[in-house]
C-alpha cells in the first residue's frame, strides 16, 4: 500500500508551466527593482548627511571613490539595474551599462583636473581622504586615472584623451552619430552640384545644336550664292559633270528632241561637244541619289518629243519624294542639297523650300500639339438675380418694436441691438437684461408669432460667438437667389478648391462656398418640394464651373429616373445617369473596388492620399509603366430611400465602406433623400455622415434624425436650409440658390457641343453589367427569403463552419450568439453543416463533434458543389 500510495503521489507531481514561470520571474524582477530603489533612496538620502550613522559612513566611501560625481551614483544604480533587468540577456544592455561606468570615471578624471592640480609625490589614498572629507573633486578613481596619464601624455593631453573618450561613451549609450548631420549636409552639397552640372551640360548641348543650326543655314546661303554667280552656258560648256542628280540627268534628256518646254531654259547657240552619250561613257559623272535602284534609260540615241511628256510626269512624283525623304543628318543634307538643286531654277528651289518646311512645321506641331483643353461655360447661359433691397428700414424698426414690446408684457425685458435682413429671413438680434433666463425666451415662441403676425419663426438662443438671442422673421417679400450670382462671387471665384460649391446666402446676405473635399460626404434630406434636387442642380453646376473633367469625375444615381438625366453626355460623368436600384448598388459597389485599389497604391508608392499621390507620379520621370493621375469621384445619389427598399444591405454597407474609408482616397458622397427615416439614414450611415443639410421638413423627429436638434420644421420651404458642415458648432440658416431646368440644359448643351461627349468608363460599365450579387439580394427583398443562397444554403453556412472548427466545439447556442440569429436560423445551420459532415451527429446535451479541419473544409467549399 506504501508503495502504490508513494507512486500516486509521484504521478500527481506537475512541473511549473512556462507561463507560470515567466510570471515568478516577473514578481522576482519586481521584488529586486524594488530592493534596489530602497537601497539607492538610502544613498541619495544619506550623500546630505540624514542617513545616520551607516549612511555617514556609506557617504564618506562614496565620496571617496568619486568625489562630487556621488550625488549622482543612488541614481544612476538604479537605473542601470533597471535597465538591465528589462533588457535581460540583451547584450547592447551590458556594454551600454560599462559604457555609463567608464563615463563616471572619465567625468571623475576631469573634475580632479579641474579642482586640484596635479601633484607627482601625491598617493593615491590622498586623492580618496580629501575627496571623503571636502566632498569635491574626483576622489579615487578620479585621481588614479590622472595620476596615470600625467606623466605619460601631460596634463593637456590628458584633458584631450578624457574629453574624446567621454564623447565616445556617450556615442555607445545613445547609439546618435556626431557626424551624421555632417554628411547630410556634404550629400545636399553634392546633389547641387550634381544638378548645376547636369544643367550646365544641357545648355552646352543646346548651345552646339544652334550652332549646327546656323552653320547648315550660313552653307545653303552660301550655295544659292554660288548658284546664282555661275552662267548657265558655262555650266553646259565644262566637259567634266560632278554632282550631277537623276532628277537634273532626265531634264537634260529631252534637249535633242527640241521640247518646247524646255527650249527656254536653255539658250539656242553652238555648242562644241554637245552630244549626250550614255551614262557608262561618263567616267567622271557622279550620282549622288536615294534612287540608285531606279531603272536609267540609255540617253545614246535622242529622245522623241513624243516622250518629252511622259519624262516630265516622272519627274514630279521622284523630286517630291526626294523632298519630302531628305535625310535628317547635317552633313548629308548639305552635299545633297548642294547636287541635286544645282541645275533647278530659284522658282522651283523656293517652292520646294517652302513646301518642306511647312511639313516639317506640320510634324512638330503634330508632336508637341497640346491636349484638348476642358472650356468652361461662360455664366451668360445664366440668369442673373434681379437687385432688391428687402424690407424697408421703417418696417424692420416696426418689427423691432414689436419685440421689445410683446417680450415686456410677458415680463421679459430685451433690448433689440440688430437686425441682418436676408433674402427671406430678417434676424434680430436680442440682448437681454441681467437675470433674465434665455429658456423664458424661448418659451414665448408662439406668443412672438401671434403678436407679430406671421407664419412661423425661428429663435436660436444663443447665437454663436454672440451674447444675443436671434429672432429670425421672414420677410415680406422674397427675394431669389440665383446661381449666377454665386459663381460671380469673389467667394467662389478665389476658391482653389476643385470641388468647391455655392450653397446660397446667409442671413447677413453673405455668399457661403463650401469643399466637398472637406466635408467630405453630405447628407441632405427634406419634405417633398422643400429644395432637395434644386440643391443638387446647385452643386452638380458648381463643380462643372469650377472642376476639369480630367481632375473630378461624377457618378449620378437617380431612382426617381426624370431629375439627373438631364446631364447625360457631360465629360464628367463617368457612365451614364444609373436609374435601375440595383445598378445603383452595383455602382456603390465598384466605388468600394476603386477605394481599396487606390489604397493599394498609395501603400505603393508610400504616400497617405490621392493629393500626395497625384503630386509623386507628376514628378516621375517618364515611363511607359508610370501610373496616371487619379480624378476625385464624387457619387451624388438623388433618393436614398428607394435604394434602401430595393437593396438594403448592400446599399446600406457600401455606403458605410464608402464614408468611413474613402476620403483619402478622393471619394466622396453627397446622399439625398426625401423620407429622412431612421430605416433611411441608418445609425451607421448618420454616424459616417459628418456633413448635413436639413430643408423644411414637416416635425420636429425628423429633424433630429437629419442634423440632431430640433428647427429643420420651422424652415420656410424654397431651398431654405439648416446647413450644417463639419467643423460648425450649429447649424446656419441659409437660402439656397435657384437654378431652372432651362439653364441646365443649356449647359449641358454647350459642354457636349464644345467638349464632345462623355468618355465613360468601360470597367465600371462591365462591372454593373456582370454584377449578380445585386440582382441576388435585390430579389430576396421581394421574395422574402434572403437568408439562403441558390443551393438552399445559409449565408453564415461558411462562416458558421470556420468558427466551429476554430473553437473545436459545436452548439446552436454558440451560433446564436456569435452571428446574432435565432433559435431556428442556427439550427438549421446546424443541420447543414452536419449534412456536410463538418459536425457530428447529436450526442445529447453534449456538443457535437468537430470532423473536418480547417483545409479539409476550404477544399470542400470548393468542391463539394461538384461531388454533390
Not at 540624514?50 to 571617496?64: D, K, R, Y
Not at 447665437?463 to 462671387?489: F, Q, S, Y
Amino acid at each position: 500500500m506504501a508503495a502504490k500510495s508513494t507512486k500516486k503521489r509521484k504521478t500527481t507531481t506537475k512541473k511549473p508551466t512556462k507561463k507560470q514561470q515567466q510570471e515568478n520571474a516577473a514578481i522576482r524582477d519586481e521584488i529586486c527593482i524594488l530592493c534596489v530603489l530602497a537601497v539607492c533612496i538610502l544613498l541619495l538620502i544619506s550623500n546630505f548627511g540624514i542617513g545616520g550613522m551607516v549612511g555617514e559612513a556609506v557617504s564618506s566611501v562614496l565620496f571617496g571613490l568619486f568625489g562630487w560625481i556621488a550625488y549622482l551614483i543612488p541614481v544612476l544604480i538604479f537605473s542601470v539595474v533597471a535597465f538591465l533587468i528589462s533588457n535581460r540577456g540583451n547584450s547592447h544592455a551590458y556594454i551600454k551599462s560599462i559604457a555609463l561606468f567608464v563615463l563616471v570615471v572619465l567625468l571623475a578624471t576631469l573634475l580632479e583636473l579641474i579642482m586640484n592640480p596635479y601633484d607627482a609625490t601625491a598617493g593615491l589614498m590622498t586623492y580618496y581622504h580629501q575627496s571623503s572629507v571636502n566632498r569635491t573633486a574626483g576622489g579615487l578613481f578620479g585621481g588614479f586615472l590622472m595620476k596615470l596619464l600625467c606623466p605619460l601624455i601631460g596634463k593637456a593631453g590628458t584633458y584631450v584623451v578624457v574629453i574624446v573618450l567621454a564623447i565616445v561613451c556617450v556615442i555607445l549609450i545613445t547609439e546618435k552619430s556626431l557626424l551624421k548631420p555632417l554628411g547630410r549636409k556634404s550629400k545636399v552639397v553634392y546633389e547641387d552640384a550634381k544638378k548645376l552640372k547636369e544643367t550646365t551640360a544641357i545648355k552646352s548641348a543646346q548651345k552646339r545644336a544652334a550652332q549646327k543650326k546656323e552653320k547648315t543655314a550660313r552653307l545653303e546661303e552660301q550655295a544659292k550664292e554660288q548658284q546664282s554667280t555661275v552662267s548657265k552656258p558655262t555650266q553646259k560648256r565644262n566637259k567634266k559633270v560632278s554632282g550631277v542628280s537623276f532628277a537634273t540627268t532626265l531634264l537634260e534628256t529631252p534637249i535633242r528632241g527640241k521640247s518646247p518646254e524646255l527650249k527656254e531654259l536653255i539658250p539656242e547657240e553652238p555648242v562644241e561637244d554637245m552630244s549626250i552619250k550614255p551614262l557608262d561613257e561618263m567616267p567622271e559623272l557622279t550620282i549622288e541619289s536615294p534612287f540608285d535602284d531606279v531603272d536609267v534609260p540609255d540617253m545614246s540615241e535622242p529622245v522623241p518629243e513624243t516622250e518629252t511628256m511622259a519624262v516630265e510626269e516622272a519627274i514630279a512624283p521622284i523630286e517630291s519624294v526626294s523632298v519630302s525623304e531628305e535625310p535628317e543628318e547635317t552633313d548629308m543634307t548639305e552635299t545633297t542639297t548642294k547636287q541635286t538643286r544645282k541645275h533647278s531654277s530659284p522658282e522651283e528651289k523656293a517652292a520646294v523650300t517652302k513646301e518642306t518646311e511647312s511639313v516639317e512645321a506640320a510634324v512638330q506641331a503634330q508632336n508637341t500639339a497640346p491636349a484638348k483643353k476642358y472650356l468652361t461655360p461662360p455664366l451668360d447661359l445664366l440668369k442673373k438675380g434681379k437687385a432688391s433691397g428687402g424690407d424697408s428700414n421703417a418696417h424692420l424698426r416696426a418689427t423691432a418694436m414689436k419685440l421689445e414690446q410683446t417680450l415686456l408684457n410677458f415680463g421679459v425685458k430685451v433690448h433689440v441691438t440688430n437686425a441682418s435682413c436676408g433674402p427671406a429671413v430678417t434676424r434680430y438680434e436680442l440682448q437681454p437684461e441681467q437675470g433674465v433666463k434665455v429658456s423664458k425666451i424661448v418659451g414665448l415662441a408662439d406668443d412672438i408669432k401671434l403678436n407679430l403676425a406671421v407664419s412661423d419663426l425661428r429663435i436660436e438662443a444663443p447665437i454663436p460667438g454672440k451674447a444675443a438671442v436671434g429672432i429670425e422673421v421672414p420677410n415680406e417679400e422674397n427675394t431669389a437667389v440665383m446661381l449666377r450670382d454665386l459663381l460671380e462671387a469673389p467667394e467662389f471665384q478665389k476658391s482653389k478648391a476643385k470641388l468647391a460649391f455655392a450653397v446660397g446666402k446667409d442671413i447677413a446676405g453673405k455668399v457661403i462656398v463650401a469643399d466637398i473635399a472637406k466635408m467630405p460626404h453630405l447628407l441632405v434630406a427634406g419634405a417633398t418640394g422643400s429644395g432637395k434636387s434644386v440643391c443638387i442642380n446647385t452643386i452638380i453646376m458648381s463643380l462643372i464651373y469650377k472642376a476639369d473633367p480630367e481632375d473630378v469625375k461624377l457618378i449620378m444615381v437617380d431612382p426617381k429616373v426624370v431629375e439627373l438625366n438631364v446631364y447625360n453626355g457631360i465629360p464628367h460623368l463617368l457612365i451614364p445617369v444609373v436609374t435601375d436600384p440595383r445598378k445603383a448598388a452595383g455602382a456603390l459597389n465598384w466605388a468600394v473596388a476603386e477605394m481599396m485599389k487606390r489604397y493599394q497604391l498609395f501603400a505603393e508608392y508610400n504616400v497617405r492620399d490621392l493629393k500626395g499621390f497625384n503630386e509623386k507620379v507628376s514628378n516621375l520621370e517618364p515611363a511607359e509603366n508610370n501610373p496616371k493621375k487619379m480624378a476625385q469621384i464624387v457619387i451624388i445619389v438623388d433618393e436614398l430611400a428607394d435604394l434602401m427598399m430595393v437593396a438594403p444591405k448592400d446599399v446600406e454597407g457600401a455606403i458605410c465602406r464608402l464614408a468611413q474609408l474613402a476620403r483619402a482616397a478622393g471619394i466622396h458622397l453627397i446622399l439625398a433623400t426625401q423620407r429622412p427615416s431612421v430605416n433611411v439614414i441608418t445609425g451607421l450611415i448618420k454616424a459616417n455622415m459628418p456633413s448635413r443639410i436639413a430643408f423644411a421638413v414637416s416635425s420636429g423627429v425628423d429633424s433630429r434624425t437629419i442634423i440632431d436638434m430640433n428647427g429643420a420644421e420651422k424652415l420656410l420651404g424654397k431651398g431654405d436650409m439648416l446647413f450644417y458642415p463639419t467643423g460648425y458648432p450649429k447649424p446656419v440658416r441659409v437660402q439656397g440658390s435657384f437654378v431652372s431646368d432651362k439653364e441646365v440644359q443649356q449647359v449641358v448643351d454647350y459642354l457636349i457641343n464644345q467638349n464632345g461627349g462623355a468618355n465613360y468608363s468601360s470597367d465600371l460599365e462591365e462591372h454593373l453589367s456582370n454584377d449578380n450579387s445585386v440582382e441576388l439580394s435585390g430579389s430576396a427583398v421581394f421574395s422574402g427569403n434572403s437568408s439562403e443562397t441558390e443551393d438552399n444554403r445559409d449565408h453564415y453556412f461558411a462562416d458558421a463552419g470556420f468558427f466551429i472548427i476554430e473553437k473545436e466545439k459545436a452548439s446552436i447556442g454558440m451560433l446564436q450568439r456569435m452571428f446574432k440569429i435565432g433559435f431556428n436560423r442556427a439550427a438549421r445551420i446546424m443541420d447543414q453543416l452536419a449534412e456536410a459532415q463538418v459536425v457530428g451527429p447529436e450526442e445529447g446535451t453534449k456538443p457535437r463533434k468537430v470532423l473536418m479541419t480547417k483545409e479539409e473544409f476550404e477544399e470542400y467549399l470548393g468542391t463539394g458543389k461538384k461531388e454533390d
